[in-house]
Every structure is written in C-alpha cells, then in structure tokens.
C-alpha cells in the first residue's frame, strides 16, 4: 500500500514483537530493516528478548519498541542489551509508573542520546 499506492519510498519498516520472541513470525530479512520486542515488566531491560533477536537477525538494529517503565541506563549496559532506542509507552505508563528522578537520569546519561544531543538533526 505504502509503497505501490502511495508511491512512498525511504520507509523503515519495524518489526516489533510484542512479548514473547517467537522465530516463526520472523518474516525474513528481506520485509523488515530493524526488529524489536517490548515489555511492561517494571525494571526490566529485557535482556533474553534481546539475545533471541540478535540470534535471530544478527545483521538488524534492536530496539526496545516499547516499555512501560524505564530501566536505569546502567541496566542495559550490565546486562549487555544495548538497544537502538527505547520508548516509554504514553498516558499513565509515562506520568504514573515512571519517577520523574528516573526519567531524568535516563535522559541525562552520557551513554544515551536524546534529540538535542544530535547536532543538525533535520
């Protein structure tokens, strides 16, 4: 649709496992450029989907697509799943069950970027 009816090119396609990784609904290399999994748990990074999808699709990105609580940066480096990106889920998940303190260390940390850190962003 996006690209023979709409004639869009330059898309990045994002496949985000919601969960459990599971191989079979892998689509192939060819029909995503990045993969992701997610998580609600509180606290976590979430170290073995990120395992699974480096075995999975070692030659993609990984990103935390989507979580409900955000982990200290130290977290992803201890437990060696360095991410993309991550973002926080809207509404409640964001305001409610994150501390302010929390998402401002995140943000703030050297081994994160956030927007104003990427120079000539366009």
Not at 39 to 45: L, M, N, P, S
Not at 73 to 80: K, L, N, T, V, Y
Request: glycine share 8%; proline share 6%; hydrophobic share 40%.
């Amino acid at each position: 649709f996006f690209t023979h009816e709409r004639k869009l090119d330059h898309l990045i396609w994002v496949l985000g496992f919601s969960g459990e990784v599971e191989s079979e609904w892998y689509p192939g290399d060819d029909c995503c450029d990045i993969v992701g999994s997610d998580t609600y748990e509180i606290g976590t990074t979430p170290a073995g989907a990120f395992r699974l999808l480096e075995q999975l699709c070692p030659a993609k990105p990984l990103a935390f697509h989507e979580c409900g609580t955000m982990p200290e940066a130290e977290d992803f480096f201890r437990d060696g799943a360095v991410w993309l990106w991550m973002m926080p889920w809207h509404n409640e998940w964001l305001m409610e069950k994150n501390e302010p303190g929390r998402l401002k260390s995140i943000y703030h940390d050297e081994r994160t970027l956030a927007l104003e850190d990427v120079k000539d962003w366009k």
